[in-house]
């Protein structure tokens, strides 16, 4: 499996299924800490967690599949590089579909980081008229 998709995987599992679900645990503990407000959904942030993980699964899988068959294909001498490619297509396609699950996970997370920065915005702008002082 050395030299096919396999390694590519796991490479994906480190990066993607380990340190960005991290960075996800950051941002979604500090965000409210910042702005000094709760996020306006909890069922975004699990949508988004939901969403997130099950596209780096298909991306995982997807790659360690291709890398399966790019494995086996290589192992047998007769077949020309256009064979080995053509055993991996069916797992780049669905690590393909895992990463088109992913864009939608990171939009989810930045619609919903844009609309908690908004709502601090809109929080601080009240609480500066209404503390304004007052031109007499």
Not at 48 to 68: K, N, P, S
Not at 97 to 107: P, T
Request: charged share 10%; with cysteine; glycine share 10%.
């Amino acid at each position: 499996l050395q030299h096919t998709y396999f390694t590519v995987a796991q490479g994906q599992l480190l990066l993607g299924g380990a340190f960005s679900f991290l960075i996800f645990a950051a941002v979604y503990e500090m965000g409210p800490r910042v702005t000094g407000l709760a996020w306006p959904s909890a069922g975004l942030v699990r949508t988004h967690f939901i969403v997130a993980a099950a596209g780096t699964v298909l991306t995982i899988l997807g790659l360690a599949y291709a890398g399966w068959a790019q494995g086996q294909a290589q192992a047998e001498t007769a077949l020309n590089f256009a064979a080995v490619a053509d055993a991996a297509k069916p797992g780049l396609l669905l690590a393909t579909a895992g990463e088109a699950v992913l864009l939608c996970a990171a939009i989810i997370a930045v619609s919903h980081l844009v609309r908690l920065q908004c709502e601090a915005c809109l929080a601080g702008a009240g609480s500066r008229e209404t503390t304004a002082p007052s031109a007499t």
